[in-house]
């Protein structure tokens, strides 16, 4: 099993609509939750981060943990074409915030 | 400029040579990072470092080496570049938010 597992994509979703992009995580005593999103060839950058206290809203974007099952969503509410990207799941893998594990990635395709 | 630079941006280089891909960052982290990104296969932590005297292995340290010459540096070195070594380099650092910033990359490429 995979450390921090997302699913490829691609997601398609017409645009107003809403994403939802899920993650699912191994270590159960992992406390902080990142969300990143990567267009192609440019650098990942980080759009949301959660603890383990609480889910978290910013404008269109909520992301939200559920520890018994321990996977982590991200919402994208009224998508844009903009938002069309990789996005990328990071999560602090054994109990340290020092480094993080990334999953592979979710593709997401906002159609017109 | 960018909060985290790299160079060079982009590098084509033959197998067996020696090459070094530098990270420099603005933002005063202590905590620095070379990540590598492979198709299929995401980020992979190649080593890390929280300070200058503090170097630490990652998961796929084989093949690589690290020098931290000062808070602000942190470069990358192949010693004998190999074709598996082709791929897409990140450098980051992390701030007091546990976020990371990266550097735009450097794709380099052993042919």
């Known amino acids: 099993q995979k450390e921090v597992e997302q699913n490829s994509g691609p997601l398609s979703v017409p645009e107003g609509a809403i994403a939802s992009l899920n993650c699912t995580y191994s270590d159960r005593g992992s406390q902080s939750f990142f969300w990143y999103r990567q267009y192609s060839g440019k650098s990942p950058e980080l759009i949301m981060f959660?603890?383990?206290?609480g889910d978290k809203e910013d404008g269109r974007f909520t992301a939200q943990l559920n520890k018994a099952s321990q996977y982590v969503s991200l919402l994208i509410r009224d998508s844009q074409p903009s938002d069309s990207a990789t996005y990328l799941c990071a999560v602090n893998i054994g109990g340290t915030a020092s480094k993080l594990t990334f999953g592979t990635g979710t593709r997401l395709q906002v159609t017109l | 400029d960018a909060d985290v630079t790299q160079t060079p941006r982009n590098r084509i280089t033959k197998t067996g040579k020696r090459i070094m891909l530098e990270c420099s960052q603005t933002?005063?982290?202590?905590?620095m990072y070379w990540y590598r990104q492979d198709p299929g296969l995401g980020l992979r932590l190649i080593y890390y470092?929280?300070?200058?005297?503090?170097?630490n292995k990652g998961e796929i340290s084989d093949g690589y080496s690290v020098s931290r010459q000062a808070q602000a540096k942190f470069s990358l070195s192949l010693e004998s570049a190999i074709p598996n070594q082709t791929a897409l380099y990140f450098c980051?650092?992390?701030?007091?938010?546990?976020?990371?910033?990266f550097g735009s990359g450097t794709r380099l490429t052993v042919v």
């Open positions: 470092s929280f300070d200058v005297k503090d170097i």
């Open positions: 980051a650092t992390r701030g007091l938010n546990y976020g990371y910033t």
């Open positions: 933002k005063g982290h202590d905590r």
């Open positions: 959660i603890y383990s206290n």
